[in-house]
């Protein structure tokens, strides 16, 4: 039975690849409001509680307000914005981040969409620490940077305007980033890592990193033990990919651009007794639209691949 899905938001770049990821779809009968339709509060209000499935891609305030007006309580609702993400009463959509959590997203009414860099950081961390490789209290770090396209219009009007003056910018110097709570929260560390959030001249792709001084940790793991936890973790998960690194002497942020996928590397140096963690994404595709696609999918009972970009 097709099912009816309104995406609050879908003019922007998240639900424009939504649509695009859904264009072919038998299952789902997309409502959009078009027009002055988009400000009414009365017909989004109207579309938000007739709809089987919710798609919020607006900023958090908004998403907050178009979930005040949800009232029927068989709307089944996906947040793109960080706004519910450590929220009560909100299923995290990572499927693959815990056993059961793709089951949790499949009976939930309220799911959050990860947060772009947190997907990465997460699939990295995530496993060594639920295995005890690293301590739930270690001092983690981060590096990061994605592609302009993550900063919406106003961002990459900034990048490839004629005033454009720069190739790759650090931001988040505060150590204050609106991604901390939901990367500690869903690591289940003691302490949000030290995150050094940047932006390059790339439209779109995504490069997360995480240096282990393996040396130093309790149980001293190699990078073979590191493999091996991601491997069991995300065993028959088609979306995570475990990259083997012989040969390798760089990694690129456009690595898994195009795609709804994520790769996974870990290079070390034995003698040093150090290892870098690197993640790639796409920051519009598993950051984003195909993270929301695969939640639709998981709660409609569907394939949970079905229509991206493997």
């Known amino acids: 039975m097709?099912?009816?899905?309104?995406?609050?938001?879908?003019?922007?770049?998240?639900?424009?690849?939504?649509?695009?990821?859904?264009?072919?779809?038998?299952?789902?009968?997309?409502?959009?409001?078009?027009?002055d339709a988009r400000k009414d509060p009365a017909a989004r209000a109207g579309a938000l509680?007739?709809?089987?499935?919710?798609?919020?891609?607006?900023p958090d305030d908004a998403a907050r307000e178009a979930v005040a007006l949800i009232e029927n309580p068989d709307v089944r609702v996906i947040d793109a914005s960080s706004a519910h993400r450590v929220a009560d009463g909100?299923?995290?959509?990572?499927?693959?981040?815990?056993?059961?959590?793709?089951?949790?997203?499949?009976g939930s009414a309220r799911v959050s969409n990860p947060g772009c860099y947190p997907t990465g950081f997460l699939a990295l961390v995530r496993p060594l620490v639920r295995s005890g490789l690293i301590p739930h209290d270690w001092p983690i770090s981060v590096n990061a940077v994605s592609g302009y396209s993550g900063g919406g219009k106003t961002m990459v009007a900034e990048f490839e305007g004629e005033a454009a003056v720069t190739a790759h910018r650090a931001y988040g110097l505060s150590l204050s980033h609106k991604h901390l709570p939901e990367m500690q929260r869903h690591a289940r560390m003691a302490h949000p890592p030290i995150f050094q959030p940047a932006v390059a001249r790339a439209y779109r792709g995504m490069l997360i990193e995480v240096p282990l001084p393996l040396h130093a940790l309790p149980r001293k793991p190699s990078l073979a033990a590191i493999e091996t936890a991601w491997r069991d973790a995300y065993r028959e998960q088609p979306l995570i990919r475990i990259a083997g690194t012989d040969g390798v002497n760089a990694v690129e942020i456009e690595a898994d651009a195009g795609t709804d996928r994520m790769t996974l590397?870990?290079?070390?140096?034995?003698?040093t007794g150090q290892a870098r963690l690197i993640a790639t994404l796409d920051n519009l595709g598993k950051g984003a639209a195909g993270a929301a696609v695969q939640n639709l999918n998981v709660m409609a009972g569907l394939d949970p691949v079905a229509g991206l970009r493997v």
């Open 2 to 35: 097709m099912q009816k899905l309104f995406i609050d938001g879908a003019a922007g770049t998240t639900g424009l690849e939504i649509r695009e990821r859904l264009a072919d779809r038998a299952e789902f009968r997309i409502v959009t409001l078009e027009g």
């Open 49 to 58: 509680n007739d709809a089987d499935f919710v798609i919020l891609c607006l």
């Open 90 to 106: 909100w299923t995290y959509g990572f499927p693959e981040l815990e056993p059961a959590q793709m089951a949790a997203i499949a």
């Open 265 to 271: 590397r870990v290079f070390g140096n034995a003698d």
